[in-house]
């Protein structure tokens, strides 16, 4: 017994001698991590200060009139958005979202939609270079109910010869009754802008998105009462929805309602078709 007891003691001391070598060792790693709530909101804080402080140079370089887009986004964008355009802008980047100087010779046109339309943006800009001055609303505009509260700011002063609009995939919960009328008055205020109207049907839900499988019912149902507000409304119609659909496979991404590069790029080139046969019927 008391050999074990030995051992025993032995066996603790090498521990405690291990744990007094070893704790610096990984205290010294850990210096640099957050070790409570505190100091990584603190982190969070002095990061978004100084990226703050970075585009507020950035913006002070630039004509009165970028500066007072830029001051809309700052309002518009919201905290998930706001931080990745700024650190977009300081590092250079091309994105949706950026200032349009306009071209007075040609015709301005504006987008409305979700993450799924600000992917086409570039495309859509690219496509109808020198034929229009493709402009985006300054947010990612969500569902109808955010529609209904945000229009005005997204229409802005401007005026527009063809608007490109849709709202599907926030509304996918929406009561289909509530959908329908939303649709009903956002319509009408476009309509008073004079812009000639077009709707995007929603591009679709996959089956085994994280969301099931009644997500993908649910979209395609808002999709039939899209279709039927703007048969009733007089508003043309890019059917989206089914103009992908054939290329899903090699285009949406697993599992998602998002789209890798060459998709954002077919569903660019299929709304820039669709707004310049607009723009030559008009």
């Known amino acids: 017994m008391s050999t074990q007891i030995q051992h025993l003691r032995l066996y603790l001391l090498f521990c405690v001698c291990t744990s007094c070598i070893v704790s610096p060792i990984w205290g010294n790693d850990k210096k640099s991590e957050p070790t409570n709530a505190r100091e990584a909101a603190t982190k969070k804080a002095k990061q978004t200060a100084e990226l703050n402080k970075k585009f507020a140079a950035w913006k002070i370089t630039l004509s009165p009139e970028q500066q007072a887009w830029e001051t809309v986004l700052e309002e518009n964008l919201g905290s998930f958005y706001l931080p990745i355009y700024k650190k977009q802008k300081l590092a250079g980047r091309v994105t949706a979202w950026d200032y349009v100087a306009d071209d007075p010779q040609l015709p301005r046109i504006l987008l ?13 800009r690219k496509a109808l270079a020198g034929k229009a001055n493709v402009h985006r609303a300054p947010a990612n505009c969500g569902p109808t109910a955010t529609g209904l509260k945000k229009l005005d700011v997204w229409l802005g002063k401007g005026n527009w010869d063809v608007i490109h609009f849709n709202f599907g995939i926030h509304d996918r919960r929406t009561p289909p009754a509530d959908y329908e009328s939303r649709l009903e008055t956002i319509v009408e205020r476009l309509k008073k802008t004079g812009a000639k109207l077009i709707w995007a049907s929603s591009t679709p839900i996959p089956a085994d998105w994280k969301e099931g499988p009644a997500m993908k019912m649910a979209l395609e149902e808002k999709n039939a009462i899209a279709a039927r507000v703007m048969k009733k409304q007089g508003v043309e119609i890019d059917d989206l929805f089914t103009f992908i659909t054939p290329h899903l496979s090699e285009t949406q991404n697993p599992k998602d309602v998002h789209f890798n590069s060459k998709g954002y790029d077919l569903l660019g080139k299929q709304v820039a078709k669709q707004i310049a046969a607009s723009l030559t019927s008009k």
Do not use: E, K, P
């Not at 409305?112 to 859509?124: H, K």
């Open 112 to 124: 409305i939609g979700d993450s799924v339309s600000r992917g086409y943006t570039l495309a859509v």
